[in-house]
């Protein structure tokens, strides 16, 4: 990344370009005005003095009195800082101040704007080299010039005109010295305000550094890193968000470890027992024909074991990735009810167990049959497999307020309190040694917990140890919103 394309970089630019454009352009008007104001004020004097003179001269200059010219001329030269010229209407000098272009045609152009082109006086301010400077107002070792001229006119019209030469070296001395300040205390601001954009640069990109070396970190691998939150607004708000999306994936990574662990697990045990029972039925052969027997029958049920987990893992694996499509269509949940309630009674019967179905009559809820027939399944399993036997388990469908709710109860061990929280986690059993013995996985309910979120309900569970426990599903009549 090149440093113009960084976030600093980019802050500097703009710094940069703010302060120096809107002070470059401020400097420039400044000046401009400043030059101007003194500029206008020097010509507006001169020209001032020009016309004055023009109209003293005029009266004398008619009637060629030379004594009193030359005494006003003397009066007004020493009190002015500059040298007067009378010219005639051809623009010969006749009169000087100092006494040394009498007679010499001028080409000045503000003589000839005048004379020539008729305007009643012209001002100007010219470079025309040290050498004529000091010939023309007498001022050594100065760049500038001025020249004011103005007609003289008298009954008969126009009699010649003044030329006024002042020196404005000073003039133009001082505009040079506020122009240069003007550009210095502009470059002071400008180196101010860029280190200043450097320093909070560094200071607004330094979270987002710390950020992206985290991510970097993450992105090897490591999920425990976490960024350090500080200051306040939107950064610390970055930081806080990346935090807690850390430590998501931190724990969604350890319960996808530990499903898998859990899984292989619970299918090695099946696979163990197998092996030894295989084993023994290989490395015996006159092994007695009942005991053989047995051992395939044991063998059978644990095949049929590992395709219960199996067909949960899958099904679980599913939901997970969103897999799954979900069918929205009108389920009979009455007849949804009964319906388990029959496929169940033989298990129910081979514990001894009264098993009743008690449904409103007209129950319909969109959603996907097959995944409410399972929630409604597991829930009944379970209420068969923890009863002791001769036990009591009931299912119940009822509309409650705007609710379709199921509610399957039975007599059976119960569940602590403690665990209760827990039932519903991937895996977990309260018993690990009964869950063996009874076949349970710990899977039935985190799928009845996962199937019956998909479709829009809640899932609740009251217990006591040795009293029993009553599931209640309950789901919003219009089926999940979505
Ligand atoms: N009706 C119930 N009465 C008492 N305990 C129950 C009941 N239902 C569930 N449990 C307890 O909750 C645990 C988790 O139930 P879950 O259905 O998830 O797993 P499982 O029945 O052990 O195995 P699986 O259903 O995957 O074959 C069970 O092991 C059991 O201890
Ligand atoms: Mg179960």
Not at 212 to 221: H, L, P, V
Request: hydrophobic content about 40%; aromatic content about 6%.
């Amino acid at each position: 990344m090149t440093f113009w394309a960084s976030i600093r970089g980019k802050i500097l630019l703009a710094f940069f370009l703010i302060v120096g454009v809107s002070f470059a352009v401020a400097a420039t008007n400044l000046t401009t005005l400043v030059s101007r104001f003194l500029f206008d004020q020097r010509s507006r004097e001169d020209r001032i003095t020009a016309e004055k003179l023009a109209v003293s001269a005029a009266s004398p200059f008619e009637s060629v009195s030379a004594e009193e010219l030359n005494r006003m001329l003397e009066e007004n030269a020493a009190s002015l800082d500059g040298r007067i010229m009378l010219l005639d209407a051809d623009g010969k000098v006749q009169y000087d101040s100092f006494q040394r272009m009498c007679g010499v045609r001028l080409e000045v152009p503000e003589v000839l704007q005048v004379l020539v082109g008729g305007e009643r006086e012209a001002y100007g301010t010219h470079t025309p080299g040290r050498a004529v400077v000091e010939r023309m107002s007498g001022e050594a070792g100065a760049d500038y010039v001025a020249y004011s001229v103005c007609e003289i006119t008298g009954a008969a019209g126009r009699l010649g005109a003044v030329l006024y030469v002042s020196r404005v070296q000073g003039m133009m001395d001082s505009l040079r010295d506020v122009t240069w300040q003007l550009v210095g205390v502009f470059l002071a601001i400008t180196a101010g305000a860029l280190a200043l954009a450097m320093v909070l640069s560094q200071v607004l990109t330094k979270p987002i550094t710390t950020l992206s070396t985290t991510m970097r970190k993450m992105g090897r691998g490591d999920l425990s890193v976490r960024v350090p939150v500080s200051g306040s607004g939107e950064l610390r708000e970055l930081a806080e968000n990346y935090n807690t999306m850390a430590a998501q994936l931190e724990s969604l990574d350890k319960t996808r470890d530990q499903f898998v662990s859990n899984a292989s697990h619970e299918l090695k045990t099946p696979l163990t027992t197998m092996k030894i029972m295989l084993e023994s039925l290989i490395y015996q052969p006159d092994m007695p024909e009942d005991l053989r027997q047995e051992f395939m029958g044991d063998m059978n049920h644990e095949i049929d074991r590992l395709t219960g987990i199996v067909t949960d893992l899958l099904t679980l694996t599913r939901m997970d990735s969103g897999e799954a499509q979900a069918k929205r269509e009108p389920v009979d949940m009455s007849e949804l009810t009964r319906e388990t309630a029959r496929m169940l009674q033989p298990a129910a019967d081979q514990h001894g167990h009264t098993l009743t179905a008690e449904a409103e009559e007209g129950i319909i809820l969109t959603g996907d049959q097959g995944r409410l027939s399972q929630i409604l399944y597991n829930l009944t399993d379970n209420a068969i497999k923890y009863t002791p036997d001769g036990g009591r388990v009931s299912l119940t469908l009822r509309r409650e307020g705007k609710d379709i709710v199921w509610r399957v109860r039975d007599n059976g061990v119960g569940i602590p309190r403690e665990d209760q929280d827990h039932i519903f986690e991937r895996f977990y059993r309260v018993d690990k040694a009964r869950g063996r013995d009874t076949g349970g996985t710990g899977l039935g309910l985190s799928i009845v917990h996962q199937l019956v979120t998909l479709e829009g309900g809640t899932i609740a569970v009251n217990s006591e140890p040795g009293k029993g426990s009553e599931f209640i599903a309950r789901f919003p009549e219009g089926g999940p919103s979505k």
